[in-house]
Structures are given as structure tokens and as C-alpha cells.
Nanobody, 121 residues
């Protein structure tokens, strides 16, 4: 089993930056796909970035491409989400998630508890 714990959320002004951290434990994340999702009230949870830990291949949703960066630290078993030029529409609960390489795409089965990000408007 893989346990995930997010940290780093908070409140920030428009145009500001935050870095979210996801600490993985229980096993190495090297053979997993790690992702960040976000969710606002009344809407479905949406994947905004993912990274294949073994290859480093990354993908971003259009809404965050060019502003957010997902990055790994394999030695520390961590994944980060650097969020720059934040906008009010980025306000959401952000979740770290993981799936093994053999799990179907978007069938993430390990989740953190979520961390709130609020961008003042």
C-alpha cells in the first residue's frame, strides 16, 4: 500500500505562488504514476498534472499548463506541484494521487487527504 500526505496549501493573492508537497510512504513511488487533482464544490475532481516516476514524462491540463510544474524527488519519495501566477479559478482542494503503472489510466487508487488552496479575488 502507498500512503500519501499533502501539505503546502493556503491562501495567496492573485498572481502569487504556492508549492504543494506530497509525501509518499509504504513503498517506493518509482513504479507509480503520481498526479495532482483538484476539486471545487459541486464539480468533479479533475486531474491537472501527472508524472510517470520511472521516466519523468509529465502531462498537464490546459488550464494550468505553463503556470504549474509537477516535479519528483525520488530520493525523498516526494512529488511537488509548483503553482505560479495563481488565479481565483485555481481555488480548490488539491489532492495527490497515485496508481501503479499496470493500473488503467485515470484509475488512481491511492489518495491523499487533500489540501485547500485559496486565491484571493
Amino acid at each position: 500500500q502507498l500512503q500519501l500526505v499533502e501539505s503546502g496549501g493556503g491562501s495567496v493573492d492573485i498572481g502569487g505562488a504556492l508549492r504543494l508537497s506530497c509525501a509518499a510512504s509504504g513503498r517506493s513511488s518509482n513504479n507509480y504514476v503520481m498526479a495532482w487533482f483538484r476539486q471545487t464544490p459541486g464539480k468533479e475532481r479533475m486531474r491537472i498534472a501527472n508524472i510517470y516516476m520511472s521516466s519523468g514524462s509529465r502531462h498537464y491540463a490546459d488550464s494550468v499548463r505553463g503556470r504549474f510544474t509537477i516535479s519528483p524527488d525520488a530520493e525523498k519519495n516526494m512529488v511537488y506541484l509548483q503553482m505560479d501566477n495563481l488565479k481565483p479559478e485555481d481555488t480548490a482542494v488539491y489532492y495527490c494521487a497515485a496508481r501503479s503503472m499496470s493500473t488503467p489510466a485515470d484509475a488512481y487508487n491511492f489518495w491523499g487527504q487533500g489540501t485547500q488552496v485559496t486565491v484571493a479575488s
